[in-house]
């Protein structure tokens, strides 16, 4: 008898050795469960031709070459990933719909001698508990998230602040670092950002590590972090959250970017792209100067220009739609130093109880 589950809270994820998804790798890289091996049993060739054999010649002749490659991929996987596994061998696996696909690798564990469990509703189930999570707005008060904002102008040092928070005994939630991006015009990294449904699933891991009943602190945001978008339930509690505020003087901002975007700098092209991005309301006038400007390696002051006239303005145009600050922190610089001076202010301000801090909760209401 197969052993099935479609209970997928942490504590469940936990309790398995691995979690596998047999699906293809184009699947995988689409969204999977946060941590899952990918052991497919059949890749993306594979799989296409057999459904096109499936749908337009013959379901039998599909059947039999589905097999044959499912049996041989099996078999690569036994003499490969998991050749090192015990007797004690605890996975979960799961494909599209809990389907065909994860009960023949089920089945062959079985046969091992593993104690194997099958997601029941395979990935479904787990894009089910995102949605859940994340789109429900009727969502029980007790699991509602206690957020708080940490704001301020472009290059006031809140992301170094926000990962030097975990130090301070602060729960965070960093969601440039599971977007793949600063969170800028200028805020690609190295790596391509993951699609939405990726984004999603990294989001809901990342909360589900964390206790709702505690504050947690996230760096303020638009809708959107490059091309991926807050999902509803976390951006409204962003909307709603009380904010702690960073202030930094204009020179010392202009030295955080300079070094944080410094590829982008070197990559002329690149930012000519960005800077051709910014609103209309810019005028081409000043775009073209902002690009020759960065042709000619100017770059300390088209930072300050973009400051001055894109950036700081758009923040100040966003002041009325924001709760007042519970708290600022002033800091002199955006050295190690000034940052670990600025988590620990946050902290303070965020710790609830007798002391320097107070409930942020309890002072917005």
Known sequence: MIRTTSDLSLAARQGYDAIIDVRSPGEFAQDHIPGALNLPVL?????????????????FLARRIGAAYVAHNIAGHLQAALADRDGNFRPLVYC???????????????????????????????????VADLYDRDAPAD?????????????????????????????TLDLEALADHRGSLFGATRVAQPGQKLFESRIVEALDRLDRTRPIVVEAESSRIGNLTLPPVLWAAMKAAPRIEVTVPVEARVALVLNDYRAIGADVEALEAALRRLPRHHSRETIAGWVTAAREGRL??????????????????????????????????????????????????????????????????
């Open 96 to 130: 599209w719909r809990g389907g065909q696909r994860s009960a023949a690798m089920v089945t062959v564990m079985e046969q091992v001698g593993w104690p194997v469990t099958q997601l029941e509703g395979g990935y479904q189930t787990w894009r089910r508990k995102v």
């Open 43 to 59: 890749d993306d060739a594979q799989r296409a031709e057999v459904g096109t054999m499936f749908v337009q010649r013959s379901k």
């Open 143 to 171: 699991t509602a998230l206690k957020l708080v904002l940490l704001d301020g102008y472009t290059g006031s040092g809140k992301t170094g602040i926000l990962r030097r928070l975990p130090q301070e005994g602060v729960q």
């Open 300 to 365: 300390a002051e088209l930072v300050t220009d973009l400051m001055l006239q894109h950036y700081d303005p758009a923040y100040r145009r966003g002041a009325n739609a924001r709760h007042p600050a519970l708290a600022t922190v002033s800091l002199n610089g955006t050295s190690e130093r000034d940052l670990h001076a600025g988590a620990t202010q946050v902290a303070q301000a965020v710790a609830p109880g007798p002391g320097p801090g107070q409930d942020p909760f309890q002072a917005q209401a």
